[in-house]
């Protein structure tokens, strides 16, 4: 079955960067689009951008474009997002989320448990 | 506007039909898609497109729209299914995502 299981929860201090790993199994990571989603507390949902299949292409949320970095390692079948220049704006649960292979491009059928990322001095 | 607009709350006596509704401009170029979160877990898909259930969600759960507004029924509302549902749209190109400000949903 389908699994994306990302890494444990981190605290940084507000400048400081992140890297939040997505370990997917289950199936072909060379077939879907990853995104990466972002919810702060009691706040919807945030799209922050995607990788293609093939890790040649990404795109980024207007408002995040210059701090954000999402890569692929194939070897691993693990996905990363890095986001830099914290602010406490940036405190939010992080996920992964697989988008469905075929449909209009903004379903997301599995997601990642969610990854904590606090930022306070 | 590029919002999606969700009314906060609604809710349904155990066993009757709610719908909940999301409105917005995007709505009438492109479809929504449906998540259910419960507290504490990431959303799950729930329903999709013009009429399309992930495999496993019951059939209780069905989708429509019509001009700027999406909806989302639920048909003999269970206890379980308590919890924020949140809508979301796009572009064709996938360079664009927005989710609407969610629906808390209480079962009586």
């Known amino acids: 079955q389908v699994q994306l299981v990302q890494s444990g929860a981190e605290v940084r201090k507000p400048g400081a960067s992140v890297k939040v790993s997505c370990k997917a199994s289950?199936?072909?990571?060379?077939?879907?689009?990853m995104n990466w989603v972002r919810q702060a507390p009691g706040q919807r949902p945030e799209w922050m951008g995607m990788?293609?299949?093939?890790?040649?292409?990404?795109r980024y949320a207007e408002r995040l474009k210059g701090r954000i970095t999402m890569t692929r390692d194939t070897s691993t079948s693990t996905f990363y997002m890095e986001l830099r220049s914290l602010t406490s704006e940036d405190t939010a649960v992080y996920y992964c989320?697989?988008?469905?292979?075929?449909?209009?491009?903004?379903?997301?059928?599995?997601w990642g448990q969610g990854t904590l990322v606090a930022v306070s001095t | 506007s590029s919002e999606l607009t969700q009314d906060p709350a609604v809710s349904v006596a155990l066993g009757q039909t709610v719908t909940i509704t999301c409105q917005g401009d995007?709505?009438?170029?492109?479809?929504a898609g449906w998540y259910q979160q419960r507290p504490g877990q990431a959303p799950v898909l729930v329903f999709h497109?013009?009429?399309n259930r992930p495999s496993g969600i019951p059939d209780r759960f069905s989708g429509a729209s019509s001009g700027n507004t999406a909806s989302l029924t639920i048909t003999a509302a269970q206890a379980d299914d308590e919890a924020v549902y949140y809508c979301n749209t796009g572009d064709s190109l996938g360079n664009r995502v927005i989710f609407g400000g969610g629906t808390i949903l209480t079962v009586l």
């Open positions: 497109g013009k009429n």
């Open positions: 289950g199936y072909t990571l060379t077939t879907y689009y």
């Open positions: 990788i293609n299949p093939s890790g040649s292409t990404t």
């Open positions: 995007s709505l009438r170029s492109f479809y």
């Open positions: 989320a697989r988008r469905l292979q075929f449909g209009d491009p903004y379903y997301f059928d599995h």
